[in-house]
């Protein structure tokens, strides 16, 4: 065969060995620059077949209605009729390109996982099938605990306040393993996850048990932990929100925060985790919608910050790798700019996946007409497909992107995997009172049980409500339990119908979650403590509640109310297992917030 027979591919192919053979006779460090390069000039050629609209929709991650890609149900044809313009995912990625596609539990892409296998693949192919075949980078905000997309049979663990209680890194590593092994059989390569946020104000209504706790450094092992074990499992972590949500009383996702850190503040408290989380190999950043005058004089969200995004995680913290922003439909961005500006301005800022925008067709035009218009350079647009791409082929898809029954059967939900996550819940579990050395409980003399309180709706589909896997979790133990679960705050007929309840009961068990100084489950802990059956609280959340519940005779926090946390909490209460965890969190006083109730650290031992 002579060189004019040579094929286009047999050329190129040709002209890698030779520079490989030469890289690696020149040493180890010669060779892996030469295969990074090669890589490098490979993904570039790529960008340069695609259009201006290509370039514009891989930056963008997009939500969609429904569970199949091609056929999804009448209902959510329609929504996404309502919503993009076209009837299902597969129309949506040939009409804008997306990059990225993100699951929601509301939106039913997550119904079981074979289904969402097959709606992975189904995307997959609908990006393979562009004129510029592309694979998607697939998301889910699986975080576990308060926020989980995914439920049963996927494996459940506690979420980052439990582990952080449970002060293992083996732990936490094994978690993000795990986990990400799981999402990674159904077609899910990017989980937003772990929250590097240091939750040091307990008012914060949108991170708390999220966070790891209130320690920098705490959290920073824990975070690279997490980083870790998701990267070794094949899925790309994501650290947020940068520079950090954690010192807030506002919801970035109804009104725009404000922090007041100083600098010097930022760099203690804030800055570990993410420092952390990059030494790691994090492979991308959530951005937050917080302004942070310190950062940023301009008093700009950090989503929309160069100050923020370029100069402090680019310049000073040296990530080279995807920055993606908190999702564009949320208040704390939107309020400054408008819709349009949004995007534009993220992109401006040194972002590279615009997450989520609530008009998707509004926000891809305001990209392309940016770049038309001047106001932004392909060149740009070019930097951030780079870095995605590079994230897209360390995952594998632009190899080969499907996934397969099998492998979801091998892997999602496993025994092994169960008995992991249980052991782990195991040892987050904090008992905070314990008068008279009430606990454990035992099934001899304090047999019979009433669990009554607050019952809220788990994150994801799981068998149970809180308060009946409780009760399931206790007939298990041996024990006779009797359920009264509220949905919401009891009302005061509920309440005397508890008080009535415990009359008979060896021991009552109240599941509280988020309790304030105006909220009736005071009453019902007080109501019930005057009838002199001993009680015992839960904080199915907050671990704060205490500090609200009065005299009581025994306290413990579980953090979450998934159903491996609450069997968990059970076998603590039942003596089956030590209760280990410690307070990843100071509680203070309600009655003087200078004071404190319990220190972080806090945690008592039935052995001593």
Same mark, same amino acid.
């Given at each position: 065969?002579?060189?004019?027979?040579l094929?286009?591919?047999?050329?190129?192919?040709?002209?890698?060995?030779?520079?490989?053979?030469?890289?690696?006779?020149?040493?180890?460090?010669?060779?892996?620059?030469?295969?990074?390069?090669? *890589?490098?000039?490979?993904?570039?050629?790529?960008?340069?077949?695609?259009?201006?609209?290509?370039?514009?929709?891989?930056?963008?991650?997009?939500?969609?209605?429904?569970?199949?890609? %091609?056929?999804?149900?009448?209902?959510?044809?329609?929504?996404?009729?309502?919503?993009?313009?076209?009837?299902?995912?597969a129309?949506?990625?040939?009409?804008?390109?997306?990059?990225?596609?993100?699951?929601?539990?509301?939106?039913?892409?997550?119904?079981?996982?074979?289904?969402?296998?097959?709606?992975?693949?189904?995307?997959?192919r609908?990006?393979?099938?562009?004129?510029?075949?592309?694979?998607?980078?697939?998301?889910?905000?699986?975080?576990?605990?308060?926020?989980?997309?995914?439920?049963?049979?996927?494996?459940?663990?506690?979420?980052?306040?439990?582990?952080?209680?449970?002060?293992?890194?083996?732990?936490?590593?094994?978690?993000?393993?795990?986990?990400?092994?799981?999402?990674?059989?159904?077609?899910? *390569?990017?989980?937003?996850?772990?929250?590097a946020?240091?939750?040091?104000?307990?008012?914060?209504?949108?991170?708390?048990?999220?966070?790891?706790?209130?320690?920098?450094?705490?959290?920073?092992?824990?975070v690279?932990?997490?980083?870790r074990?998701?990267?070794?499992?094949?899925?790309?972590?994501?650290?947020?929100?940068?520079?950090?949500?954690?010192?807030?009383?506002?919801?970035?996702?109804?009104?725009?925060?404000?922090?007041?850190?100083?600098?010097?503040?930022?760099?203690?408290?804030?800055?570990?985790?993410?420092?952390?989380?990059?030494a790691a190999?994090?492979?991308?950043?959530?951005?937050?919608?917080?302004?942070?005058?310190?950062?940023?004089?301009?008093?700009?969200?950090?989503?929309?910050?160069?100050?923020?995004?370029?100069?402090?995680?680019?310049?000073?913290?040296?990530?080279?790798?995807?920055v993606?922003?908190?999702?564009?439909?949320?208040?704390?961005?939107?309020?400054?700019?408008?819709?349009?500006?949004?995007?534009?301005?993220?992109?401006?800022?040194?972002?590279?996946?615009?997450?989520?925008?609530?008009?998707?067709?509004?926000?891809?035009?305001?990209?392309?007409?940016?770049?038309?218009?001047?106001?932004?350079?392909?060149?740009?647009?070019?930097?951030?497909?780079?870095?995605i791409?590079?994230?897209?082929?360390?995952?594998?898809?632009?190899?080969?992107?499907?996934?397969?029954?099998?492998?979801?059967?091998?892997?999602?939900?496993?025994?092994?995997?169960?008995?992991?996550?249980?052991?782990?819940?195991?040892?987050t579990?904090?008992?905070?009172?314990?008068?008279?050395?009430?606990?454990?409980?035992?099934?001899?003399?304090?047999?019979?049980?009433?669990?009554?309180?607050?019952?809220?709706?788990?994150?994801?589909?799981?068998?149970?409500?809180?308060?009946?896997?409780?009760?399931?979790?206790?007939?298990?133990?041996?024990?006779?339990? %009797?359920?009264?679960?509220?949905?919401?705050?009891?009302?005061?007929?509920?309440?005397?119908?508890?008080?009535?309840?415990?009359?008979?009961?060896?021991?009552?068990?109240?599941?509280?979650?988020?309790?304030d100084?105006?909220?009736?489950?005071?009453?019902?802990?007080?109501?019930?403590?005057?009838?002199?059956?001993?009680?015992?609280?839960?904080?199915?959340?907050?671990?704060?509640?205490?500090?609200?519940?009065?005299?009581?005779?025994?306290?413990l926090?579980?953090?979450?109310?998934?159903?491996?946390?609450?069997?968990?909490?059970?076998?603590?209460?039942?003596?089956?297992?030590?209760?280990e965890?410690?307070?990843?969190?100071?509680?203070?006083?309600?009655?003087?917030? %200078?004071?404190?109730?319990?220190?972080?650290?806090?945690?008592?031992?039935?052995?001593?």
């Amino acid at each position: 065969m002579n060189d004019r027979s040579l094929s286009r591919r047999t050329l190129l192919a040709a002209t890698t060995a030779t520079a490989a053979t030469a890289a690696v006779a020149a040493g180890p460090s010669a060779a892996s620059a030469a295969d990074s390069g090669r *890589h490098t000039e490979r993904l570039k050629r790529l960008i340069s077949r695609m259009s201006l609209e290509e370039k514009v929709g891989q930056l963008f991650v997009s939500r969609v209605w429904g569970h199949s890609a %091609t056929d999804p149900e009448q209902g959510y044809a329609e929504l996404n009729l309502r919503d993009f313009g076209v009837r299902s995912a597969a129309e949506l990625v040939a009409r804008y390109h997306v990059g990225g596609i993100i699951y929601f539990s509301w939106a039913d892409n997550v119904r079981e996982p074979h289904q969402i296998a097959d709606l992975s693949n189904g995307i997959q192919r609908a990006g393979l099938a562009q004129a510029t075949p592309l694979p998607l980078l697939i998301s889910v905000d699986q975080e576990h605990g308060a926020v989980t997309r995914i439920g049963d049979p996927v494996t459940q663990f506690p979420g980052a306040m439990a582990l952080g209680a449970g002060r293992s890194r083996k732990d936490a590593r094994s978690a993000g393993r795990i986990a990400g092994a799981e999402l990674a059989a159904m077609g899910v *390569h990017q989980n937003y996850a772990p929250v590097a946020d240091v939750n040091v104000n307990p008012a914060n209504p949108v991170i708390n048990v999220r966070s790891f706790g209130s320690d920098p450094n705490a959290a920073a092992r824990m975070v690279s932990s997490q980083v870790r074990g998701y990267r070794s499992a094949g899925v790309a972590a994501c650290a947020k929100h940068f520079p950090g949500h954690g010192n807030t009383s506002v919801d970035s996702h109804t009104a725009l925060p404000r922090i007041l850190h100083t600098r010097e503040e930022w760099s203690r408290i804030d800055a570990p985790a993410f420092r952390s989380a990059i030494a790691a190999g994090i492979d991308s950043i959530m951005t937050a919608h917080i302004q942070f005058p310190a950062l940023d004089p301009s008093e700009d969200p950090a989503t929309l910050s160069p100050a923020i995004l370029t100069g402090i995680l680019r310049g000073e913290l040296g990530f080279d790798g995807v920055v993606v922003t908190d999702a564009l439909n949320m208040k704390g961005v939107l309020t400054k700019y408008g819709e349009a500006r949004v995007p534009v301005l993220a992109l401006k800022a040194g972002a590279d996946q615009l997450l989520y925008p609530e008009n998707l067709a509004l926000a891809w035009n305001a990209v392309r007409d940016a770049v038309l218009g001047g106001e932004l350079t392909e060149d740009r647009l070019d930097e951030s497909i780079l870095r995605i791409l590079r994230l897209k082929d360390r995952l594998g898809l632009l190899r080969d992107p499907y996934v397969t029954h099998p492998g979801v059967d091998r892997t999602v939900g496993i025994p092994q995997h169960l008995a992991t996550a249980a052991e782990i819940a195991e040892r987050t579990t904090t008992l905070l009172v314990n008068k008279e050395e009430l606990l454990p409980l035992s099934r001899r003399r304090q047999r019979n049980l009433l669990i009554v309180g607050n019952d809220p709706n788990p994150a994801v589909r799981q068998n149970e409500r809180p308060v009946a896997a409780l009760r399931k979790s206790f007939a298990e133990l041996g024990f006779t339990p %009797t359920a009264l679960p509220f949905e919401k705050a009891p009302t005061p007929a509920q309440i005397d119908q508890a008080v009535a309840a415990a009359a008979g009961q060896d021991a009552v068990i109240v599941t509280t979650y988020n309790v304030d100084g105006a909220s009736s489950q005071r009453t019902l802990v007080s109501r019930l403590v005057a009838t002199g059956v001993p009680v015992i609280t839960l904080a199915l959340r907050n671990p704060y509640d205490i500090a609200r519940l009065g005299e009581v005779s025994a306290a413990l926090a579980s953090y979450g109310w998934s159903a491996v946390e609450l069997r968990a909490a059970a076998r603590v209460i039942a003596g089956r297992v030590e209760p280990e965890g410690k307070l990843p969190v100071p509680v203070l006083r309600a009655d003087d917030p %200078t004071a404190v109730l319990f220190p972080a650290g806090h945690g008592l031992r039935y052995d001593g």
